[in-house]
């Protein structure tokens, strides 16, 4: 009996859907192992005095949040940086806050999260549009239990509780040359996460 044009576009759909199955199955090890994305953070914060217009010194809060991140097939990140900021607020509501968002840093790790250095320098913007050098070195050292979390498949957090010492600068004036001692912000950590 022979085969109509029908009965032939019912043979080609069986084919074409076995062809795209074992496409689907031989490129996908090969695009979860390109998709491996490493985040290393390591963050502290400090008191700060500060001087308000009217004369009153309130505590500012410093953070200090060192980033290093990339993607496989890299193994380091070409453009480290750190972000540091700080945040007071005056007894009459009025607020008084600087940032250096993306700092550039050199940043060294251990792999088992028992220390992360950054030091470096940038340009922070405070709230008045005013333009400041910020300078910064800060050394953490873990502390705590390393603590797995595996939070969706292929992705997981590694972090430990840390101390953190450093010295951060501001056009010139050091702000804290010491160990953070925020009493009511978390404490330090060193942190890392993937995801594929």
């Not at 914060?45 to 004369?55: E, L, R, T």
């Not at 088992?112 to 470096?120: M, R």
């Amino acid at each position: 009996m022979p085969i109509t044009r029908y009965g032939r576009r019912w043979l080609a759909v069986p084919l074409a859907l076995a062809t795209g199955l074992l496409t689907i199955a031989i490129s996908t090890p090969a695009n979860a192992e390109r998709s491996l994305f490493f985040e290393e953070t390591a963050e502290a914060f400090w008191a700060v005095p500060h001087a308000c217009a009217d004369g009153s010194i309130v505590s500012g809060t410093l953070l200090v949040r060192s980033t290093r991140d990339f993607e496989a097939p890299d193994t380091e990140d070409d453009d480290p940086t750190a972000r540091v900021q700080f945040l007071a607020v005056c007894p009459d509501g009025t607020s008084f806050s600087w940032a250096a968002p993306a700092a550039p840093a050199t940043i060294t790790s251990d792999a088992d999260l028992k220390s992360v250095t950054a030091a470096g320098s940038g340009v922070a913007r405070d709230i008045l549009g005013g333009v400041h050098q910020v300078s910064f070195d800060v050394a953490w050292t873990g502390i705590g239990p390393l603590e797995t979390t595996v939070n969706t498949a292929g992705s997981k957090r590694k972090e430990r509780e840390a101390t953190a010492t450093g010295r951060v600068t501001f056009d010139g004036q050091v702000l804290v040359d010491g160990v953070n001692n925020h009493p009511t912000r978390p404490a330090p950590f060193i942190r890392v996460d993937t995801e594929k």
